[in-house]
């Protein structure tokens, strides 16, 4: 069965660190770009950045600069999100994406949207800062 799988999530205090895996099941992640969304309590799903097959990283929210970093072990099939400095602001349900590969072949998209292909999406992971 092709599907993503998100892990990770959890509950952590703001000032904290978690590590985000996505993991591939029947495809291989090789040969896509994979990006990470978040929705937030009471707000649309936004972009959060992207890595490209080459490693390039696409940031979509200006926010977390500085603070995540994506990074991909295509030899395990899984993209991870390390999540350092972690604010009340960031809580949300962490989505991540294998954007089109027909459209985009391998690299991310300059900025997310409405109009954004996407071959595959995971279920979530929920992500709590809170004190």
């Known amino acids: 069965q092709v599907q993503l799988v998100e892990s990770g999530g959890g509950l952590v205090q703001p000032g904290g660190s978690l590590k985000l895996s996505c993991a591939a099941f029947?495809?291989?992640?090789?040969?896509?770009?994979i990006g990470w969304y978040r929705q937030a309590p009471r707000k649309e799903r936004a972009g959060v950045l992207c890595?490209?097959?080459?490693?390039?990283?696409?940031y979509y929210t200006d926010s977390v600069k500085g603070r995540f970093t994506i990074s991909r072990d295509d030899a395990r099939n899984t993209v991870y999100l390390q999540m350092n400095s972690l604010e009340t602001e960031d809580t949300a349900v962490y989505y991540c994406?294998?954007?089109?590969?027909?459209?985009?072949?391998?690299?991310?998209?300059?900025?997310?949207?409405?109009?954004?292909?996407?071959?595959?999406w995971g279920k979530g992971t929920l992500v709590t800062v809170s004190s």
């Open positions: 994406a294998a954007m089109s590969r027909r459209m985009y072949r391998g690299g991310c998209p300059a900025d997310v949207g409405p109009s954004t292909r996407t071959d595959y």
């Open positions: 029947g495809f291989g992640l090789d040969d896509y770009a």
């Open positions: 890595i490209g097959r080459s490693g390039a990283v696409t």
